[in-house]
Nanobody, 118 residues
Framework: QVQLQESGPGLVKPSQTLSLTCTVS??????????WTWIRQPPGKGLEWMGV???????YYSPSLKSRTSISRDTSKNQFTLQLTSVTPEDTAVYYC??????????WGQGTQVTVSS
């Protein structure tokens, strides 16, 4: 059974960088054809796809967030990380990691609330 768990600070100040890590257990992030995704949901809004890192380390980002988003991985820890720079209160959301396919997310983390506020 694949499980995902997000971790990171719940409060970030405006203009700073938000950094979250997703730890995957029960499966490997390097499994062929697997893709690992970050998704967020601002309060009162729908889910927003942010970006994905593939089994081979390649990355794809939402055009609207591409300039501020970076996804990386640590294969030794079976983790992948989201960094979002220059955050504003509009980046306040519940952030989820999910996998294992590009367009189908069978597995989700429980989500972590991130609030951007001074």
């Amino acid at each position: 059974q694949v499980q995902l768990q997000e971790s990171g600070p719940g409060l970030v100040k405006p203009s700073q960088t938000l950094s979250l890590t997703c730890t995957v257990s029960g499966g490997s992030i390097t499994t062929n054809k697997n893709y690992w995704t970050w998704i967020r949901q601002p309060p009162g809004k729908g889910l927003e796809w942010m970006g994905v890192i593939a089994y081979d380390g390649s990355t794809y980002y939402s055009p609207s967030l591409k300039s501020r988003t970076s996804i990386s991985r640590d294969t030794s820890k079976n983790q992948f990380t989201l960094q979002l720079t220059s955050v504003t209160p509009e980046d306040t959301a519940v952030y989820y990691c999910a996998g294992p396919y590009f367009s189908r997310h069978d597995y989700w983390g429980q989500g972590t609330q991130v609030t951007v506020s001074s």
